[in-house]
């Protein structure tokens, strides 16, 4: 969930009770400031009635009016108490809530109840106006609130949109450390800094990483190199024995094995330093072809039906690059598939094919490019082919990617 | 014939002395730049195996000196680098030919009687090793006057044979000469085998002898 919305949630939710309990709360405040003046308008009622009595020794005529209701009863006991109550009056459906004052009176030796009754139509009616043009009034403020709180929130928050944008395009040893947003939030600077210093000691690490790596295969060249020569000149005594042949060449394989990694580690290596930068016009369509020729006599033997659709495609690229790529996406194809398989290569406008199969089970699309990923059981490759096609697809700005289709492997370069 | 070895690791210098060494050639070894130089200005070589990176200098610069004296000598450049750059610098500077480390023997005495070839046979067409004789301009073999009818590639197994005659060479190496390094032909060694097998049937169809045995399913042996 967004920060913008976690906070707006929480926000809204304290809001509404605060509103809600306010509301209640100024309710019963409202009414019972009202009731309060009508007590006192009743005791002016009052005063008036016993000041009527005191001078003209009789009840005062009783004038029909719409939200004051009196009415005298007959007492046979005298009482001082005054009665003060809510109650409903009225005939069928006009039903109406009255605030009444119930009190005694003596006129000539005889008791009277006097209630004098006002309405509560007109206080509620108040009540209930007031509250809506506040609840309105509150309602309002609070979209204005929120409104904008979103705007500033948004405003004050965009340093840091910026700024994670740039880290998502961001790439380890690709290209320089992205330039941040100037901001004056001292979150934001403090958050880009530490940035900026996490990047740069990855960035060494990585350099450091790399050359170890670019190093170590030199540096692994002349003994291997050694190692190989001797082997050579030793299979040239003629004593050697059967068995002692057998150990040299398990040792001529490994040793096999031992250089082309080394091989494909250092142009790993070489690719990632950007020593193939040099870019030219190349045409594919006449790279694919040479190819498919000096691998034709491996495919034969391996018994592998091979359909080309191939289209002129020229692009921008280096060609050392270009050799290698399809080296290993054809080779890739030839090493992966059973003999008697199919292989399809296509070469179209935005991308090139190769298609191979038919396969058991669908490869793992996430560590297939990544090094010394060894799909099958076949423990003679080095894993790094694909490594190796990826990086080229990356420093040719081209994008590659594993798909499962019908029981066939196919890797599409988009280009 | 004389081949100068300028190479820095004793290591791989004696190996390669051990293998080319025969009744053919003698080599000789310079450790550093400046032995090289001092070697190359007394004597004339028929192949100069040559390291980039040397204690003292750089091997392409002994390269140039030697172009500038106008010295004959074949080279051929063997380096650790595997660049392009390097290989471009170096035959621009007038190698003859170039090969990366780690390389086979039986590659490097390839190439090093190409260029001999090339330079010291330049006046004579063929090449005649026995009753073999070989045209290595119009690429035909005959056996006794006898054209042997090959294929491109048994006709370069042929000749890789001949640059290795009576030696073992492994399996592994006859595959990357064949096919070129970048191909893991490990579990392709009976493609090899076919290619053998039709070269000697060839051969023997003309009345030839079996030159070609096979030593322990580790390597063949052309022996003449």
């Known amino acids: 969930m967004k920060l913008l919305y976690k906070y707006s949630r929480i926000n809204l939710v304290a809001s509404v009770i605060i509103f809600l309990l306010a509301s209640v709360a100024f309710y019963f405040?409202?009414?019972?400031?009202?009731?309060?003046?009508?007590?006192?308008?009743?005791?002016?009622?009052?005063?008036?009635?016993?000041?009527?009595?005191?001078?003209?020794?009789?009840?005062?005529?009783?004038?029909?009016?719409e939200d004051e209701i009196t009415s005298y009863q007959f007492s046979s006991v005298y009482s001082q108490k005054q009665y003060l109550r809510t109650l409903e009056m009225g005939d069928g459906d006009e039903k109406e809530n009255y605030r009444q004052l119930q009190f005694c009176v003596s006129v000539n030796g005889k008791n009277y109840n006097v209630f004098i009754s006002k309405s509560l139509e007109n206080t509620d009616h108040i009540i209930r106006s007031v509250i809506l043009v506040s609840a309105i009034t509150i309602l309002l403020l609070l979209i204005a609130y929120f409104i904008i709180n979103r705007i500033v929130l948004r405003r004050l928050w965009k340093p840091f949109y910026s700024t994670m944008a740039l880290m998502k395009k961001y790439r380890i040893g690709h290209g320089g450390l992205p330039e941040f947003e100037q901001t004056d939030t001292n979150e934001f600077t403090e958050l880009n800094a530490t940035l900026v210093t996490t990047m740069k000691d990855a960035e060494s690490e990585y350099r450091n990483l790399k050359e170890v790596t670019e190093n170590a295969s030199h540096e692994m060249q002349t003994p291997v190199a050694v190692i190989r020569s001797k082997m050579d000149v030793l299979i040239?005594?003629?004593?050697?024995?059967?068995?002692?042949?057998?150990?040299?060449?398990?040792?001529?394989?490994?040793?096999?094995?031992?250089?082309?990694?080394?091989?494909?580690?250092?142009?790993?290596?070489?690719?990632?330093?950007?020593?193939?930068?040099?870019?030219?016009?190349?045409?594919?369509?006449?790279?694919?072809?040479?190819?498919?020729?000096?691998?034709?006599?491996?495919?034969?033997?391996?018994?592998?039906?091979?359909?080309?659709?191939?289209?002129?495609?020229?692009?921008?690229?280096?060609?050392?690059?270009?050799?290698?790529?399809?080296?290993?996406?054809?080779?890739?194809?030839?090493?992966?598939?059973?003999?008697?398989?199919?292989?399809?290569?296509?070469?179209?406008?935005?991308?090139?094919?190769?298609?191979?199969?038919?396969?058991?089970?669908?490869?793992?699309?996430?560590?297939?490019?990544?090094?010394?990923?060894?799909?099958?059981?076949?423990?003679?490759?080095?894993?790094?082919?694909?490594?190796?096609?990826?990086?080229?697809?990356?420093?040719?700005?081209?994008?590659?990617?594993?798909?499962?289709?019908?029981?066939?492997?196919?890797?599409?370069?988009?280009? | 014939m004389k081949i100068l070895i300028v190479e820095d690791e004793p290591g791989l210098s004696s190996s390669i002395t051990a293998y080319l060494h025969n009744e053919q050639f003698i080599c000789e070894i310079a450790a550093t730049y400046a032995a090289a130089v001092e070697k190359i200005e007394l004597y004339e070589y028929a192949c100069i195996i040559l390291d980039i990176t040397l204690p003292g200098g750089n091997g392409i610069d002994l390269l140039k000196n030697l172009k500038a004296n106008n010295k004959s000598d074949g080279v051929l450049i063997i380096s650790a680098k595997n660049s392009l750059d390097d290989k471009l610098a170096g035959l621009k500077a007038g190698a003859d030919d170039y090969l990366s480390k780690p390389f086979h023997l039986p590659e490097l005495a390839a190439r090093v009687?190409?260029?001999?070839?090339?330079?010291?046979?330049?006046g004579k067409k063929t090449i005649a090793i026995g009753d073999l004789e070989v045209d290595v301009d119009e690429k035909w073999v005959k056996f006794n006057e006898h054209i042997?009818?090959?294929?491109?590639?048994?006709?370069?197994?042929?000749?890789?044979?001949?640059?290795?005659?009576?030696?073992?060479?492994?399996?592994?190496a006859i595959a990357e000469h064949l096919w070129g390094d970048d191909m893991d032909l490990s579990d392709n060694y009976d493609m090899i085998y076919a290619h053998i097998k039709n070269l000697r049937k060839k051969i023997q169809n003309v009345g030839g002898p079996d030159y070609i045995k096979s030593v322990y399913g580790m390597g063949y042996k052309f022996t003449v």
Not at chain 1, 47 to 59: D, F, H, K, M, P
Not at chain 2, 115 to 121: A, E, G, L, P, W
Request: aromatic share 8%; with cysteine; proline share 2%.
């Open chain 1, 29 to 65: 405040l409202l009414h019972f400031i009202f009731i309060k003046q009508l007590d006192d308008d009743l005791h002016v009622e009052l005063n008036e009635v016993a000041t009527y009595i005191s001078r003209n020794n009789a009840l005062p005529e009783i004038i029909p009016s």
């Open chain 1, 236 to 415: 040239q005594d003629e004593n050697l024995s059967e068995n002692q042949s057998k150990i040299v060449q398990e040792a001529y394989t490994a040793i096999q094995r031992l250089t082309r990694l080394n091989q494909a580690l250092l142009l790993l290596s070489k690719i990632e330093n950007k020593q193939f930068a040099a870019t030219e016009t190349v045409a594919l369509d006449k790279i694919l072809e040479e190819k498919l020729v000096s691998f034709k006599e491996i495919l034969n033997n391996k018994q592998l039906n091979i359909a080309a659709e191939i289209k002129p495609v020229n692009v921008q690229m280096n060609a050392a690059l270009a050799d290698i790529l399809f080296n290993n996406l054809l080779g890739n194809c030839i090493r992966h598939s059973n003999a008697g398989g199919e292989i399809k290569v296509i070469l179209a406008d935005k991308a090139i094919e190769f298609v191979n199969g038919p396969a058991e089970k669908m490869l793992e699309p996430k560590k297939i490019f990544t090094r010394f990923y060894k799909g099958g059981s076949n423990t003679d490759q080095h894993g790094l082919g694909l490594a190796i096609v990826k990086e080229i697809c990356l420093v040719s700005g081209f994008s590659i990617e594993y798909k499962f289709q019908n029981k066939m492997h196919s890797f599409i370069v988009v280009l």
């Open chain 2, 148 to 172: 042997i009818d090959l294929t491109r590639k048994e006709y370069d197994l042929f000749i890789y044979f001949l640059s290795n005659k009576n030696r073992v060479i492994n399996k592994g």
């Open chain 2, 113 to 122: 009687a190409a260029i001999i070839r090339r330079r010291s046979f330049a």
